[in-house]
């Protein structure tokens, strides 16, 4: 008989990963919450084993924490590790930028302002929900137009900490806010066409930054 992680296949290990990071980024497990194993498994038909995988690959990814004889629970955003998210990013994306700016082209240019101009539009019907989806989508794309293959293993290893940051950043906007925080990635396009490395790196950091103050304020995080 193999290990528990042998007996399953690694796609039901990732099928439960995935189920719960997003039930942990859409609120459903609010930060601090506990993580009951079985629990787990009767609410998404499956058995524990599964479940212990994706909790242990849900705490290499930072979503989870795992206490001795506490069992597992959603990590909670703390002025430490917000900071620590933020910087990473900043530092990751401006890298991502430089490597688009490198590898511009027209269609990278459509494509990138086809998910700006939805975010617009989104943000003119107040749909929070939407503009955050957009939102990711719009950085994944930027990740893999950089064409990087460790870069995007590295993110892989980031995905869950940085869609969290990203929706909580988006679900901190008021309604009057939307259209400005969709407007600064048409802004961030238009800046990436025009081939300014330095204009597109402190737009990056900036908008990178501002997310993190709108994350702090609305979770109550001091410095």
């Given at each position: 008989m193999g290990t528990p992680a042998e007996q399953f296949p690694v796609s039901v290990a990732g099928r439960v990963a995935d189920q719960l990071r997003d039930l942990i980024r859409d609120g459903a497990y609010a930060p601090?919450?506990?993580?009951v194993e079985r629990a787990i498994a009767r609410e998404l038909g499956t058995s524990h084993i599964p479940v212990r995988e994706a909790l242990a690959r849900l705490a290499e990814e930072g979503l989870v924490v795992r206490l001795p004889r506490r069992g597992a629970r959603v990590a909670e955003l703390s002025p430490r590790s917000l900071e620590e998210i933020s910087s990473v990013r900043v530092v990751l994306e401006q890298f991502v930028c430089q490597r688009v700016l490198e590898r511009w082209t027209p269609s990278a240019e459509s494509e990138l302002m086809r998910l700006a101009r939805r975010m617009t539009a989104a943000a003119e019907r107040e749909s929070t929900k939407t503009v955050g989806e957009l939102d990711v989508r719009f950085h994944e794309t930027l990740w893999q137009l950089a064409d990087h293959?460790?870069?995007?293993e590295?993110?892989?290893?980031?995905?869950?900490?940085?869609?969290?940051?990203?929706?909580?950043?988006?679900?901190?906007?008021?309604?009057?806010?939307?259209?400005?925080?969709?407007?600064?990635?048409?802004?961030?396009?238009?800046?990436?066409?025009?081939?300014?490395?330095?204009?597109?790196?402190?737009?990056?950091?900036r908008h990178i930054l501002l997310g993190a103050e709108r994350v702090a304020r609305a979770e109550g995080i001091g410095s």
């Open positions: 601090g919450a506990r993580l293959e460790l870069l995007l590295v993110a892989a290893g980031l995905r869950g900490r940085i869609e969290r940051f990203l929706r909580a950043a988006n679900a901190a906007l008021a309604p009057e806010d939307l259209r400005q925080h969709a407007q600064s990635h048409v802004e961030l396009v238009e800046l990436l066409a025009s081939g300014d490395h330095e204009a597109v790196a402190a737009a990056m950091r």
